[in-house]
């Protein structure tokens, strides 16, 4: 048997014993991952709506650019931009957050926020723009417009959901800058498996890789049969 099925036996038993330093990565991962999900999509879908219904935005040629090019970042490059921001020297920096997993939320979700907005903005955008003259013909409010809008591009703004998941939880360059991937308080499974192949610890760094891809393809199962549900109403 190879490096690589004695790494993956390996890997397995650690799996069903559920190893301690596993589950303690998993729960950290899932933390963070979700907690800076909600803070984008909290924030991001009703600005990314409001772009797509104003059509004669001012500035919109410049703030629509400069969204898709957030959708593009480096997320090595958010990391650098949240180290500083969030330093000693930095003007948050009285925060504390620096190496904590609430700054790896703050750099996670700087990540997810233009994709949600980007995606939300395409989806409202793709709505009948009928719709809305004919909903305020009606007497119905700029709210209930958004509102009424949004569940017509449901399909696109679950897309927006899970792209910024899949962006996020597999992230590590960012994460591993902020958080200083310090074992028991800021270790998430992307920068785990970073640490232990650099150790020749190829069982629990694949441990981790398929605990990460369960995770990742469980989600996404989860929200396609919602996008197919929802597409079938």
Known sequence: MGILGRAFADALGLLWNMDPALVETVILTLQVTLVALVIALAVGIPIGA?????????????????????????????????????????????LGWLFTPAGMIVAQTIIAFPLVVGLTMAAVQGVDPNLPVQMLSLGATKRQVATVTLLEAR????????????????????VMLVGGNIEGETRVLTTAIVLETRRGNFALAMALGIILLGLAFLTNFAFHRLQVHQGAR
């Open 50 to 94: 409001a772009i797509g219904l104003t059509r004669h935005l001012p500035g919109r040629w410049l703030i629509v650019p400069l969204i898709y090019t957030g959708m593009g970042l480096p997320p090595v490059t958010v990391g650098l931009f949240a180290y500083l921001v969030l330093s000693n020297q930095g003007p948050l920096g009285s």
């Open 155 to 174: 399909v696109g703004v679950t897309a927006a959901v899970v792209a910024a998941y899949g962006a996020i939880i597999s992230e590590v360059g960012a």
